[in-house]
Each structure stands twice: as C-alpha cells, then as structure tokens.
C-alpha cells in the first residue's frame, strides 16, 4: 500500500505568517491528492482537489502544489480562522489513505 | 440543501455488532460513490470503505476488511455499515461522505459515534 506521511505534526505560528505544510505519497500518485481542514470540533472541510486547485469557496491565501511523490499546502498569511488540523488524502486508488495531519495554532 | 445524516451508532461490547445508516437529501444519491471514514478520540482521520453509486464496485481498508459490510439503497437513498465482530480500535466518529465528480470529498455528515467497551 502507498503510505502517506505529513510534516510538520504540529506547528505554532503568528497571525500574518506563511504557513508551508508538506505531504509525502510513495509511490507517486500523479495529482491524485487533496487537503482537508478540520477546525477543533468540527467536521472536516476539503480545500483543495487535484494537487493544487482551490475548492470552490477556499479563500485565496491557501494554495497547493505538487505531483507524484512530493505536495504542499500553503497558506500565504495565516488567520486566526485558520486554526485547526489539516490532511492530505491520496485517492488515485484504494486504499484513500489520509496523512497523520498536522495541527496548527496561533503563537 | 444537501443533507448527509448519521445514525446508528452507540455503546457496543467487544466482538458484537452495530450497522451504521447515512440518509442524504438535497441531490440525487444515485449518481455518487459514497465513503465511510472514521476518527478514533483524539486521533486523524481514517479511511474506512467507499463504494459506488451502482454498488458495482466496493472497498475497504484493510483494518476492517472481512469484518465490516458496506452497502446502499439508491430506492432509500441510504448508506450502511455493518460491522461485525467490533473491538476497542474501531472506536470513534464514523463519517458518511460524498464523493464528488472530482473524487473527493464534498461533502461530510456530522459523524455518529461508536463506543466499543465492556
């Protein structure tokens, strides 16, 4: 099966800060990836499809990028909004594994 | 408005059963694979089982295959999940979510939960 890691786990940042979460599948899986939030107590939301395009809705300060093995989120000024725990998920084929997420708050 | 809508869940001992329903409104079922993912207390997000809108086609991960049975009513339009022989690690928030053109999710219900406990 293909694994899927994330880092950092946790990071804490300051409101305003760009904000750069990586995501790892080996082996590749093309853009077959995407990016949830999950805000505390929340149902997770997804942000971005096919690698990189924004979810109808997600403000513009997030953006993804990547192909085969290597993707990020980033997020080009943090809002306080922003807390929570984002994951990536494969999905060119099953299993449709998440990452472990990585779980961001305010400094 | 388009609704996914839990249900099921509970205090269950180890070994025994529980079947999960997800009913949705607001678009047409039949035309969406649908998925099931779980988060333990605590812990990230995890895949469970997905199957397709004709139920041609039909997955699992591998923690709950040969233990859990998913299925649909298009007529009803209703996800299910049977699991059998539950332990402690399936405990959690189980998710029912819609899987779009793109083959992501959507679209989240607000989980059911699962206690499995003596």
């Known amino acids: 099966d293909i694994q899927v890691t994330q880092s950092p786990s946790s990071l804490s940042v300051s409101v305003g800060d760009r904000v750069t979460i990586t995501c790892r599948a080996s082996?590749?899986?093309?853009?077959?990836l995407a990016w949830y939030q999950q805000k505390p107590g929340k149902v997770p939301k997804l942000l971005i499809h096919?690698?990189?395009t924004l979810q109808s809705g997600v403000p513009s300060r997030f953006s993804g990028s990547g192909y085969g093995t290597d993707f990020s989120l980033t997020i080009s000024s943090l809002q306080p909004e922003d807390v929570g725990t984002y994951y990536c998920?494969?999905?060119?084929?099953?299993?449709?594994?998440f990452g472990p997420g990585t779980k961001i708050d305010i400094k | 408005e388009v609704q996914l809508v839990e249900s099921g869940g509970g205090l269950v001992q180890p070994g025994r059963s529980l079947r999960l329903s997800c009913e949705v409104s607001?678009?047409?079922?039949?035309?969406?694979?649908m998925h099931w993912v779980r988060q333990a207390p605590g812990k990230g997000l995890e895949w469970v089982s997905g199957?397709?809108?004709?139920?041609?086609?039909?997955y699992y991960a591998n923690s709950v295959r040969g233990r859990f049975t998913i299925s649909r009513d298009n007529a009803k339009s209703s996800l299910y999940l049977q699991m059998d022989s539950l332990r402690s690690e399936d405990m959690g928030l189980y998710y029912c979510?819609?899987?779009?053109?793109?083959?992501?999710?959507?679209?989240w219900g607000q989980g059911t939960l699962v206690t499995v406990s003596t």
């Open positions: 979510t819609r899987v779009n053109q793109f083959l992501v999710y959507d679209y």
């Open positions: 607001g678009f047409n079922f039949d035309d969406y694979a």
């Open positions: 199957i397709t809108w004709n139920s041609g086609s039909i």
């Open positions: 082996p590749g899986i093309a853009t077959f």
């Open positions: 096919g690698a990189s």
């Open positions: 998920q494969k999905y060119n084929s099953a299993p449709f594994t």
